[in-house]
């Protein structure tokens, strides 16, 4: 199963673009690679997931390089409100368990 | 549409105890996954359930177990509880047949405090 190794702790001021990099060297062929939102006292929620190059969705962008070992959360223009714990992990799917990885803690400045 | 939830929200029990937490789906939804989240290790996977069948399986004692109803609600067990058992317990549910936490819709939680 593949790891993941992401920042423990970013900070950014408001209205700024947000890059979140996570490692994943062991990545499989069948893997995807999803990103979670989590709030304290909260399960997390689903953000974007995508299996190679671009994919953007209403509140984020990820970037995938060809060789997939690495990911990256985009989010635009953050609020006081994004500031949650981000879970990169990699989804194997079929019969076997999801990695959470240790997450990072982005703390946004007004 | 209501969301995935998680009874009871807290939860106090003494070691040795035994413990069940429920968890009903989104309507719909036939896969439910269980995690235990910790300080120190982070979000972990249990086990997860797809109409009434375990299909996939954690690292975790035989100590935790779980099953499924016919209706997709799920409920997990812990027998012989640890102090080291004290954790947020989420569970996940998801229409996804593949077992791939595609769009996985995440309960609140049961904190479980074990003294």
């Known amino acids: 199963l593949a790891k993941t190794t992401q920042p423990i702790s970013m900070d950014s001021y408001e209205g700024q673009e947000v890059n979140i990099t996570c490692s994943h060297n062991n990545i499989a062929t069948n893997d995807y690679i999803t990103w979670y939102q989590q709030f304290p006292s909260q399960g997390p929620r689903f953000i974007i997931q995508g299996y190679k190059t671009k994919v953007t969705n209403e509140v984020a962008s990820l970037f995938i390089p060809a060789d997939r070992k690495s990911s990256t959360l985009s989010l635009p223009r953050v609020s006081l409100s994004d500031t949650a714990v981000y879970y990169c992990?990699?989804?194997?799917?079929?019969?076997?368990?999801?990695?959470f990885g240790t997450g990072t803690k982005l703390q946004v400045i007004p | 549409k209501a969301g995935v939830t998680q009874t009871p929200r807290y939860l106090i029990k003494t070691r040795g105890q035994q413990v069940t937490l429920s968890c009903s789906p989104i309507?719909?939804?036939?896969?439910v996954s269980w995690y235990q989240q910790t300080p120190g290790q982070g979000l972990q996977f249990l086990f997860e359930?797809?109409?009434?069948?375990?299909?996939n399986k954690g690292n975790f004692p035989g100590r935790f177990s779980g099953r499924q109803f016919s209706n997709s609600r799920s409920e997990m067990n812990v027998s012989t509880l640890e102090l080291g058992d004290s954790a947020l317990y989420l569970c996940?549910?998801?229409?996804?047949?593949?077992?791939?936490?595609?769009?996985?819709?995440f309960g609140q939680g049961t904190r479980l405090t074990v003294v």
């Open positions: 996940a549910s998801a229409t996804d047949q593949t077992g791939r936490l595609t769009e996985a819709f």
């Open positions: 309507s719909g939804h036939r896969s």
């Open positions: 359930y797809f109409s009434e069948t375990q299909r």
């Open positions: 992990l990699v989804d194997p799917g079929g019969y076997q368990k999801v990695t």
